[in-house]
């Protein structure tokens, strides 16, 4: 990958370590005290050379590439660098920040240096793979532009970094959380369509009703004479399908509705039933797999950001 140009800083370490050889300084000349000279010329001479070991500690060093990891709301986004140091010389104290990111369809802005605060190094003529974390904004899509990669080795005085455009899109998706109970499991096999009225086989009974959940299946009748509400149950067919219509859980704000649905998702992966999704003008056909959750948990990380942008 591409980089810009390195480039060098003083840091904030100067605010003490100046006055303290101007101190130093005053100190030499009202005494005449040549001890206090040596040590002052050392301690000068050693923060000049500094500055070539700082920017030589970078000008080895290669992005050759870069992943970021979509996540849920509420988690630590995962960035994968890829680095080498071709010249043969070790590369110290490695430090990460992003820089210049657009917030995409969301609209608050994410902090921008990686958590934990942790340095890394890069073993002379090596490859490796490196893995820092971010703080997750609000759900919706993002813009990664660009890496900053800095260092301040050896003496803290100078930091050096430069700059790699990446350019890529990651998803912050809504936080799974809600009902565990399933909304309702279909046989497989029916010839409707998804999002059909068209029910199993056998009539297996009612449950009570869970709220957020479709009301295709609402017993009318027993509510009707005054009974709560419930849910027909049927079975039949050789398997189970889920299928998801957001339009029909009124009753939960969008938020609540997006992260149920999250959880609904992620609950069908982990028991293998396939499902569908209608998100407003967003239809996803029956399916199941990393594919299709990807697909299904990037709809929901964009739904409705796009109108509120507008009607802000």
């Given amino acids: 990958m591409k980089r810009e140009a390195i480039r060098l800083r003083p840091t904030g370490l100067w605010l003490v370590f100046g006055p303290i050889l101007m101190c130093m300084l005053f ?28 920017w030589r500690n970078l000008a080895s060093l290669r992005v050759e590439h870069f992943r970021v990891h ?29 820089l210049g990111e657009e917030t995409g ?18 073993h002379a003529g090596d490859s490796c793979s490196v893995e820092v974390t971010f703080p997750t904004p ?37 936080q799974p959380k809600g009902k565990d109970l399933w909304p309702e499991l279909h046989p497989s096999g029916d010839n409707g369509s998804p999002f059909s009225t068209k029910p199993g086989d056998d009539f297996s009974g009612v449950r009570a009703y ?8 609402v017993d009318w009748k027993a ?17 189970r399908e889920l299928w998801l219509d957001a339009a029909e859980m009124t009753r939960l704000p969008l ?15 982990k028991a293998e039933i396939p499902y569908a999704l209608k ?12 594919e299709q959750s990807r697909r299904a948990l990037e709809a929901l990380a964009v739904a409705g950001i796009g109108s509120e942008k507008r009607g802000a």
């Fill in 70 to 98: 979509s996540a849920f709301a509420g988690e630590d986004i995962r960035v994968e660098i890829y680095m080498s140091a071709p010249a043969g010389k070790p590369v110290f104290g490695l430090n990460f920040a992003r």
């Fill in 223 to 239: 509510y009707a004479r005054g009974r709560p509400l419930s849910i027909k149950q049927f079975t039949g067919g050789d398997g």
């Fill in 279 to 290: 998100l407003g003008r967003t239809t996803l056909p029956l399916g199941l797999g990393v």
């Fill in 138 to 174: 609000r759900r919706g899509m993002y813009r990664f532009e660009t890496l900053l990669v800095k260092s301040s080795y050896p003496f803290g005085l100078f930091a050096a970094s430069f700059r790699v455009p990446v350019d890529t899109v990651y998803y912050v998706y809504p």
């Fill in 210 to 217: 869970m709220p957020g959940e479709s009301l295709r299946h």
């Fill in 27 to 54: 100190a030499a000349v009202n005494y005449s005290n040549n001890l206090v000279y040596a040590v002052l010329y050392l301690v000068a001479s050693l923060s000049f050379i500094s500055i070539f070991h700082t």
């Fill in 255 to 269: 938020e609540d509705r997006l992260s149920q649905l999250s959880l609904w998702i992620v609950n069908a992966e």
């Fill in 105 to 122: 369809l969301s609209r608050r802005p994410a902090p921008l240096i990686a958590r934990g605060g942790r340095t890394f190094r890069v």
